[in-house]
């Protein structure tokens, strides 16, 4: 078993080794728009997660994730190879690409966010001209004891 620490070190460089290959190395144009996000090595070193995430061609047009994990798919060799040169480790851990889903789980948080803060104006709008349902006072006054000493 390996430390943790030495995990995440890997980790990091597999990232920064495949970000760098898909960069300039690999020449699939399916690729292009592909932005490595993070990645994760098992404690044992022999497996790694990588994840990606895809921009379309322009801000409204949705991105071709078939195509993009088709080619990543066909590019795992060629770039499980490069991460062997270039780690160094005695066994070159397995890539497997994961679509990273944090780019629209924030997006969704934001349209929830802003959901909230329209029922919040509303809320205060009403709030603002609400009259009381019962009494302006509701609390009865404290009765004034009579004391006998007198």
């Keep these: 078993m390996a430390d943790q620490a030495r ?6 460089r597999i990232a ?8 300039h190395e690999v020449k ?11 990645a994760r090595v098992t404690p044992d070193l022999h497996d790694a997660t990588v994840y990606y995430t895809v921009l379309g061609d322009n801000l409204e047009s ?26 160094g480790v005695r066994f070159t851990p397995t ?16 349209e929830l966010l ?7 104006a509303e809320v205060a709008q009403l709030a603002s001209t609400a009259q009381p349902a019962g009494d302006a006072d509701p ?11 007198e």
Excluded at 16 to 23: G, K, N, T, Y
Excluded at 62 to 81: C, M
Excluded at 95 to 110: E, G, H, Y
């Design 95 to 110: 890539l497997a690409f994961v679509a990273d889903t944090v780019p629209t789980d924030s997006k969704r948080i934001d």
């Design 62 to 87: 949705a991105p071709d994730l078939a195509a993009v994990t088709a080619a990543l798919t066909s590019a795992t060799g060629v770039l499980r190879t490069m991460v062997g040169q270039q780690t």
């Design 16 to 23: 920064q080794i495949v970000a760098s290959a898909l960069e």
């Design 139 to 149: 609390y009865k006054p404290p009765r004034e004891v009579e004391s006998d000493s």
């Design 114 to 120: 802003a959901k909230a803060r329209e029922i919040d």
């Design 28 to 38: 699939d144009p399916r690729l292009a728009r592909v932005t490595i996000t993070d």
């Design 7 to 12: 995990a995440r070190r890997l980790a990091k």
